[in-house]
């Protein structure tokens, strides 16, 4: 019999996106899989309400739903610990509300999984559909990060976000599972996986899509600005497997986002700007200036 995979939907603040996310998981190829909602809308709020009718309509699906309600809002690391916890499958996938996955993803990394029994995650590409722009634009993610790749999660700042992953569970239950930090959650984990010698993997095709909405727009909250702090930090203590011009490469890319969060505020602004400038010669500049004009144009980022 196939392994049973556990996926994770934790959902706060879209309920009327939950069906799409929900469909997509109905339309896997792969047969033996559980789902677990975590509703992290206070109890008795609208949103709360709706997640539970659209749970109840959905019923038996593939192995059933469980639905876990939050008294109050926890945030999406320890609703997603919440859910872990609360799975059965030998594999998890997180799948946020707001997002798809393509009916093959879950079979193609099952197999993965299944013939590499070293890797501990195994995520695949995807492509990112700015649900309101009328030029249709798209961009694809396709990382080719595998193996015990924390030298190159340090120099690119991410390798893939939850709901491209497929992990095992107790290679993940091992390190306590997501870190509650205010942001920078998905790339905390998989170097919390590389640095207990994990393995992971990838499978080249797109089989997640991201959405983005107009309101998803490059926060400047305390609250991401703390979290990108915090993984700066973490990236810093392997600062030794770097060159010198890496380094500076990513002190360039930290810099540039800090420049972004810290926009309207001159100070701030005007001291990773210079950082910028120094290390700018160092990096691919340009191509990572187009990327982050490209946001502020469409002024948003998930």
Known sequence: MDKLVSVVIPTYGRAEMLTRALDSVKNQTYENIEIIVVNDNPENTENAKVVNRIVEQYGQLKKGITLIKNITNVGGAEARNIGLRATNGEYVSFLDDDDEILPKKIEEQVKYLDENRNCALVYCFAKTVFDDDNEDTVIYTKNHFEGNCLKELVLDGTIAATTQWLCRKSDVMEINGFENIPSK??????????????????????????????????????KS???????????????????????????????????????????ERKKYFKSMKKNRFCYSYYKRLYYFLFFFKHNRNK
């Open 185 to 222: 959650q998905d790339s905390t984990l998989i170097m919390d996986l590389l640095e207990r010698g994990k393995m992971i993997g990838f499978v080249p095709e797109i089989l997640s899509v991201y959405h983005v909405q107009q309101n998803n727009s490059i926060s400047t909250s305390e």
């Open 225 to 267: 600005k703390v979290g990108l702090e915090i993984y700066h930090q973490r990236c810093k203590r392997h600062y030794d497997l770097l060159s010198k011009k890496e380094i500076a490469a990513t002190e360039y890319k930290f810099a540039e986002q800090f420049f972004l969060k810290y926009y309207k505020e001159r100070k």
